[in-house]
């Protein structure tokens, strides 16, 4: 027979798991998550980023990517949503409306932010006329197996009519500045000019 003492250690165990918290955080936590920093926080105050430099490296902090699907997704995505007063002009040409939310990895939710609130600033919000994709996993285009930041949530395509791919692009130093500032790289300086992508990688 068990000890009645025995039980109540039991049942206090038991109790005490109830309401002990579980350690959530995940391996790679983003450098946001890491220090705390609140989604809301004035771009002043932001902190430095994390970007990663190569594919080899992106791997390596968001993990592998098979058969079409990204492992990690879940723990690295997050929802932007999109300054009120520039959502509703920027249209999603998927959607024909605007881009109220946009699905990124969470260590490039900031640094979009940024780029945002410098076109603001800059009075160059009329030139940002269209969203034209975020997350998708796909290789480059025209190139099978290698992986495109689009994968990870990591690169954004803007105004893709007037930047198409392979043409010279139409966006103006200002406004791609805002984004190179914020960290971003820019596809019009690739060897096949890509001026509607911005990747937050190298
Ligand atoms: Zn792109």
């Not at 970007?51 to 879940?74: A, H, L, T």
């Not at 300054?83 to 920027?90: G, L």
């Not at 009075?123 to 099978?144: A, M, N, Y």
Request: net charge neutral; aromatic share 10%; proline share 5%.
């Amino acid at each position: 027979m068990t000890h009645p003492n025995l039980i109540i250690m039991n049942l206090l165990s038991f109790l005490v798991s109830l309401f002990s918290k579980p350690d959530s955080k995940p391996d790679q936590a983003p450098l946001q998550q890491q220090q705390n920093v609140p989604d809301d926080k004035p771009m002043e105050l932001k902190q430095k980023f994390v970007k990663v430099g190569s594919s080899d490296e992106g791997k390596e902090r968001y993990g592998e990517i098979k058969d079409q699907k990204w492992v990690n997704e879940g723990a690295w995505m997050t929802v932007y949503v999109v300054p009120i007063d520039i959502a509703p002009k920027w249209i999603n040409t998927a959607t024909g409306k605007g881009t109220g939310k946009i699905y990124v990895n969470k260590d490039m939710k900031t640094a979009l932010d940024q780029a945002l609130c410098s076109l603001r600033a800059s009075g160059l919000l009329s030139e940002l006329k269209t969203f034209d994709g975020c997350f998708c996993v796909r290789d480059v285009r025209g190139v099978p197996g290698k992986t495109s930041w689009h994968s990870y949530g990591l690169a954004i395509d803007v105004n893709a009519a007037e930047n198409a791919l392979g043409k010279d692009p139409k966006l103006s130093t200002g406004f791609v500045k805002c984004f190179t500032d914020a960290g971003f790289t820019w596809g019009g300086t690739f060897s096949r000019k890509d001026g509607m992508h911005f990747q937050f990688a190298e």
